[in-house]
């Protein structure tokens, strides 16, 4: 069973949450609501393959969220979303400092990536930065997809307390 999550109860449709599952075979150690620290959201309608069941919409990672300038939580589906017309990406690694949000990009030489459209959107600074696949591969040769410090980056917290459900963009 699955359950999505904000301020330590159930979310209406269409709302962001964290996802959770409850196990019930586990007998010495239920699982019950244990979060995985995917930000999604249940949409309205039904699925194109026919199956029944409600359709989530995975939204990313709670810990590769981070905040706009004007302090809405941005997702890593809203942030692809923004670069989604631009051609020839086939890697991006995103970093969040204090001041600004740095992309570096993998890609075709002639890609145009429209960096004040992102810094408009975003409402921060942006750095696009050209580079390799091997200069964002961490150790264990694994692509480095997101830096984001935990002091700027969603918690599983936000959504299991009791406080309000974080605003996104």
């Not at 990313?60 to 302090?71: E, I, L, Q, S, V």
């Not at 690694?93 to 001041?99: G, I, L, P, Q, Y």
């Not at 990009?105 to 890609?111: A, E, L, R």
């Amino acid at each position: 069973h699955y359950d999505v999550i904000s301020g330590g109860r159930p979310v209406a449709r269409g709302e962001y949450g964290l996802l959770a599952v409850t196990v019930f075979d586990a007998h010495l150690r239920p699982l019950l609501r244990y979060p995985l620290g995917d930000i999604v959201r249940i949409v309205p309608g039904s699925c194109p393959c026919g199956r029944p069941g409600r359709i989530v919409e995975l939204c990313g990672r709670a810990t590769f969220c981070f905040r706009d300038g004007h302090g809405r939580w941005v997702t890593p589906r809203i942030l692809d979303a923004q670069l989604s017309s631009v051609e020839g990406v086939s890697h991006m690694m995103v970093e969040r400092t204090a001041d600004r949000v740095n992309l570096h990009i993998v890609g075709s030489p002639d890609m145009f990536v429209p960096r004040e459209a992102i810094a408009d959107f975003l409402h921060l600074n942006v750095e696009v930065r050209r580079c390799t696949s091997l200069e964002l591969a961490c150790e264990g040769g694994k692509l480095e997809l997101f830096r984001i410090p935990p002091s700027l980056s969603l918690s599983e917290g936000n959504f299991l307390s009791d406080r309000p459900s974080p605003a996104f963009r």
